[in-house]
């Protein structure tokens, strides 16, 4: 593999791993490093439309717009110079923006029904015309949506959300067993379309995890240590998570998940099941103070997670995350996913792991986070 397509297979890596392909100091920043809370104007160059939003939501905003139109930054922004207003293309987006959010003030209330995806769908041109139906063509269903008003099944035929967690948590060996577990030691293949990569993962109780994709011109980083998570590639300032990056990895991080599942929600709600791959499944839509809802999947038979559907917040609209866990096996006194499937709308990956150990010593020291880059350091040309 030569250094062109591995630094191309970087930009995807981070753009599934960590949701946005560029760093944030790809985006002009001003006084990044001062304490406390910012809105978007005040640690970033140039904000008009999204004036008074959390700065730490600017990237998902983005994020939401790329994988709306199917571009990468540059097609709006400088590379480089992410504040200047050369490019078109960013000019109509931010009519677009106003556009969406007068759409969404004066016909649903100020709730967010209409986003970039709704007529865009991965194109940079919106879809205005259905097309003609092809010869072998299946009917054209609506999506699922992640709402909270849904219809549900026939309560009495449905078991309770607690009874499910407290399925799931025998299933995977029980209480006792969960909470002995202190450390756990993965070693497996990562694989992005039909690229495979030795992978190791190093958790440690309480809640920190640190990964190694080893890739030709070195390793690929995701880590959380209990507080602040980021993300390194070669050649690439790291990039620290924020907001739903932060909140994934916490419960990526979680020896002790099964045990913290119930105690996590204000409010859990059984739907409905639907089928997942070859199996009935009970979908579970828990929801979190201030967070966007968790939807978990449980097989009807064996009480195993087998997909979990988090939801990244934007100002524009969610991005969903689908992590789907299968090839349960025994690690320890405690069953877990030896193979697992994340996938966003920027790609997908699975992880098969080929040997796990449990309760052995992990350094601290291998989740301290690097220092971050000199300010006016600039990321190499790509």
Not at 181 to 192: K, L, P
Not at 223 to 239: D, I, K, S, T
Not at 335 to 345: M, V
Request: hydrophobic letters at 35%.
């Amino acid at each position: 593999m030569n250094g062109k397509s591995t630094s191309a297979l970087g930009v995807v890596l981070l753009l599934i791993l960590g949701g946005a392909a560029k760093s944030q100091s790809g985006i002009a920043s001003t006084s990044a490093n001062e304490a406390g809370p910012k809105k978007a104007e005040e640690q970033y160059k140039n904000i008009q439309v999204l004036k008074g939003m959390p700065a730490d939501q600017l990237i998902p905003a983005m994020q939401f717009i790329t994988t709306s139109l199917g571009v990468e930054c540059e097609f709006c922004h400088v590379q480089g110079a992410f504040e200047k207003d050369d490019k078109k293309p960013k000019q109509t987006a931010r009519k677009m923006m106003e556009m969406m959010f007068a759409i969404n003030k004066d016909n649903f209330d100020g709730q967010r029904q209409v986003t970039c995806y709704s007529c865009h769908r991965g194109s940079t041109h919106p879809i205005g015309m259905p097309p003609v139906m092809a010869e072998d063509a299946k009917p054209i269903m609506a999506e699922p949506r992640p709402v909270e008003n849904e219809p549900t099944e026939s309560k009495a035929a449905l078991p309770t959300a607690d009874q499910l967690f407290q399925k799931y948590l025998q299933a995977v060996g029980g209480t006792a067993a969960v909470e002995k577990v202190t450390s756990r030691v993965m070693n497996g293949t990562i694989t992005f379309g039909d690229k495979n990569f030795p992978i190791d993962i190093y958790s440690k109780d309480p809640d920190q995890r640190i990964s190694f994709t080893h890739m030709p011109g070195g390793d690929s980083v995701t880590a959380f240590n209990g507080h602040e998570g980021w993300l390194g590639f070669p050649g690439r300032p790291m990039r620290e998570m924020h907001g739903p990056d932060i909140d994934g990895a916490s419960i990526d991080a979680d020896l002790h998940f099964a045990t913290h599942l119930k105690g996590m929600f204000s409010k859990a709600e059984v739907r409905s099941t639907e089928k997942i791959g070859d199996q009935e499944a009970y979908l579970v839509v828990g929801t979190r103070e201030s967070r966007p809802p968790l939807h978990l999947y449980f097989d009807e038979h064996s009480g195993l997670l087998v997909r979990l559907v988090r939801y990244a917040e934007s100002p524009l609209g969610q991005l969903p995350t689908q992590i789907d866990y299968s090839d349960y096996r025994d690690a320890g006194a405690v069953k877990i996913p030896f193979r697992w499937t994340l996938a966003r709308p920027s790609g997908r990956f699975t992880i098969q792991v080929n040997d796990v150990k449990v309760n052995i010593p992990v350094d601290e020291a291998k989740f301290a986070k690097p220092p971050a880059p000199p300010a006016d350091q600039k990321p190499p040309a790509q």
